[in-house]
């Protein structure tokens, strides 16, 4: 079914009109509330009457990560915060984590994108879902249970982990639907065949995977091997979580919900539209959010993008899988990890010189693994390998409280991790995605 | 007397041993004793050669990340508790020791054991009290 028949197959120039309205209203609602957006318009010019239709988007300016940083905490939000029902908080580049603000009116907009989302992906009222996205302060976990409640699916929160008890929730209650990470999904099946449990056998017929980048040929591993429908669901935080854009059992492109989450395809370097079907970075303006709305966030996602109605039905654009990403961002686990995160750590540590490398794998047992080599200098070299362990540990400590997740420190020689004159290659990426 | 070790830091990777021994080898620089201290990922060979100075900047100038630290090298009775002897001295006199290992060749009857304490003045002191030889850094170059 169709959750939102109305806007999600409406008519384009229907829908044309329906985010003029929309954009004409946030323009002057953020210019009114949010100082930072206020001094933003009059700086590029643009006096909030002149904005009249979806249009005119390309007179305001762009919103970017940067801007998040720099008026965190509060500093972007267009409401006060005893109207904020719920905040979420992801970490940081190097200083400031990202927070993002709901107020009840925007949990009621995350419900409604998280229904669409699982209905697009097939779910039906009535249906079970197992929901093993993290619950907490991660956008995951809490997303698809507001949507599953909207729905009218009967929700198992098991969040993520507990592999063993995951799988035996599945046996017991037939849950027809799983959301988690895809690399999740990859470890599941390989525990389940441990215990005796033949995944091809298992209740999941269809699945909800995002979070992480991953590929087509995942997707049929995960397809073949649990004997289900794979569907990528795509989301970020600073715009609401989960539920911006949704796969169809067609799997041919994720429908973007662009009636609230306006799209942009545009070159990163000018800033200009790529023509429909070009790759550009994904630039999104939340229409209808009040706690903390954003004009044309740059979310740095590489994509293209197709405006043909679907063969299900929907006229909502479809953007692609992510294709790239316009920093060097790297998601592990749901998480957003910076090069620069770690760069900050080993300065930090005294001795060590910044050559580092951060090699990113998802090993035999399907978990993305990072490992982090860092060359070791002579004034830090010890002849005793406990200190030298020492040194090892701190920084393995250091990164993962930084990055809130585990990763392996390897040390290496002096001059061995590849310089170059461009861009420094910091990033070594195994997975196949 | 203290004599000189030369430390080097080794990555877990094929053949790096072998350029360490090879440069020293190409410069006629000859190993006297020699002890690897491994870890999963990296090691720490440790070294005492006739020529410890130039040896020290042949291999920093080759890339590889060493320094110097001293040891003492203690002469111990080559028969059975001839090594217990001794490490009974460190014991009674609260010596500690972070690593010891053995020469390559010894130059009397007795064998040739390397040191490295925590304290090495202090150790020397108790070694000279319980008229323990070592060797001193000219019998090093002259073996």
Not at chain 1, 189 to 216: L, Q, T, V, Y
Not at chain 1, 337 to 357: A, D, K, M, R
Not at chain 2, 81 to 103: H, P, R, T, W
Not at chain 2, 111 to 118: E, G, H, I, K, P
Request: aromatic share 8%; hydrophobic share 40%; glycine share 8%.
């Amino acid at each position: 079914m169709i959750w939102k028949e109305q806007v999600e197959c409406a008519d384009p120039a229907d829908l044309k009109n329906l985010q003029s309205d929309y954009l004409r209203k946030l323009t002057a609602y953020i210019y009114n509330n949010c100082p930072v957006y206020k001094k933003k318009i009059d700086d590029a010019g643009v006096k909030p009457e002149n904005v009249k239709s979806i249009d005119d988007i390309k007179k305001l300016p762009f919103t970017t990560k940067v801007d998040m940083r720099d008026h965190y905490p509060y500093g972007l939000f267009s409401t006060g915060q005893s109207e904020v029902r719920e905040i979420h908080v992801s970490s940081g580049t190097t200083g400031n984590p990202t927070l993002v603000g709901y107020t009840k009116d925007d949990v009621k907009l995350w419900s409604d994108v998280m229904a669409r989302t699982m209905c697009c992906a097939g779910a039906e009222p009535g249906d079970t879902i197992q929901i093993a996205y993290g619950y907490g302060l991660f956008t995951g976990g809490l997303g698809f249970h507001y949507g599953a409640m909207e729905m009218g699916l009967r929700i198992i929160p098991t969040s993520a982990g507990q592999t063993a008890r995951q799988l035996k929730i599945m046996q017991e209650f037939k849950p027809r639907i799983i959301a988690c990470t895809p690399s999740y999904a990859l470890y599941m099946a390989e525990e389940a065949r441990d215990m005796g449990i033949d995944p091809a056998k298992g209740n999941w017929k269809i699945g909800i995977f995002g979070a992480e980048p991953w590929s087509n040929s995942i997707r049929r591993e995960i397809e073949e091997l649990w004997n289900m429908l794979a569907t990528d669901v795509y989301g970020l935080s600073e715009i609401i979580g989960p539920g911006v854009a949704q796969e169809c059992p067609h799997k041919d492109g994720l429908h973007i919900f662009s009636d609230v989450f306006y799209p942009e395809i545009i070159n990163p370097d000018t800033g200009e539209d790529v023509a429909e079907g070009e790759d550009g970075e994904l630039v999104i303006t939340t229409l209808t959010k009040q706690a903390i709305p954003l004009i044309r966030y740059r979310t740095r996602d590489i994509v293209s993008i197709n405006y043909e109605k679907c063969r299900c039905g929907r006229t909502s654009p479809r953007i692609s899988k992510i294709k790239g990403r316009t920093d060097d961002m790297i998601v592990v686990r749901g998480i957003n990890v910076f090069p620069s995160q770690i760069e900050h750590v080993l300065v930090g540590i005294e001795g060590t010189q910044p050559y580092y490398q951060i090699v990113v794998d998802r090993k035999a047992h399907k978990l993305d693994e990072v490992e982090v080599l860092v060359e070791v200098e002579e004034r830090i070299f010890s002849d005793e390998i406990k200190e030298l362990k020492k040194l090892q540990d701190k920084i393995r400590k250091e990164i993962g409280s930084v990055l809130s997740i585990g990763v392996k420190v390897t040390l290496v020689e002096p001059k061995t991790i590849e310089r170059s004159m461009g861009k420094s290659k910091r990033i070594v990426d195994k997975r196949t995605l | 007397m203290k004599i000189t070790q030369i430390s080097v830091f080794l990555e877990n990777r094929k053949g790096r041993l072998f350029d360490v021994c090879s440069l020293l080898g190409e410069n006629n620089i000859n190993i006297r004793a020699l002890t690897i201290a491994e870890t999963e990922s990296f090691g720490v060979l440790r070294i005492v050669v006739d020529k410890s100075n130039m040896a020290v900047k042949l291999l920093k100038d080759n890339g590889f990340v060493a320094n110097l630290t001293h040891v003492v090298a203690v002469e111990v009775g080559d028969n059975p508790g001839g090594l217990a002897s001794v490490l009974k001295v460190f014991a009674d006199n609260d010596v500690n020791i972070e690593y010891m290992y053995g020469f390559v060749e010894k130059f009397s009857d007795k064998a040739l054991l390397v040191f490295r304490f925590a304290d090495t003045d202090m150790a020397q002191q108790i070694l000279a009290k319980n008229d323990i030889k070592v060797v001193t850094e000219k019998e090093i170059e002259g073996l």
